[in-house]
Nanobody, 116 residues
Framework: QVQLVESGGGLVQAGGSLRLSCVAS????????VTWYRQAPGKQREWVAS???????NYADSVKGRFTITRTIDNSLVLLQMNSLKPEDTAAYFC??????????WGQGTQVTVSS
């Protein structure tokens, strides 16, 4: 099993920065990839960024160039550095890990609010 805990959310003005953390525990060496998702009120959960076990990363077009996802070599910590934040980035942010044999794990989420 893998457990995930997110932190780092908060209230920030537009143009500001936040760094979200996703701390993994349990069978972390079985993690293949970690993804950040976000969900704004009344909207569907959307993909933000992913990082694989080999360090490859991908970003949604809406955050490309502003957000950076990184991880420690053992997958125990995944960071999402968010710069140049916009009001439309306001959402609850969740991290998700996939791997074998645990399958799929989610954190409880952390709220990001960007004021205009």
């Amino acid at each position: 099993q893998v457990q995930l805990v997110e932190s780092g959310g908060g209230l920030v003005q537009a143009g500001g920065s936040l760094r979200l953390s996703c701390v993994a525990s349990g069978n972390i060496f079985s993690i293949n990839a970690v993804t950040w998702y976000r969900q704004a009120p009344g909207k569907q959960r959307e993909w933000v960024a992913s990082i694989t076990g080999t360090g490859g990363s991908n970003y949604a077009d809406s955050v490309k160039g502003r957000f950076t996802i990184t991880r420690t070599i053992d997958n125990s910590l995944v960071l999402l550095q968010m710069n140049s934040l916009k009001p439309e980035d306001t959402a609850a942010y969740f991290c998700n890990a996939v791997g074998v044999p645990f399958g799929d794990a989610w954190g409880q989420g952390t709220q990001v609010t960007v004021s205009s």
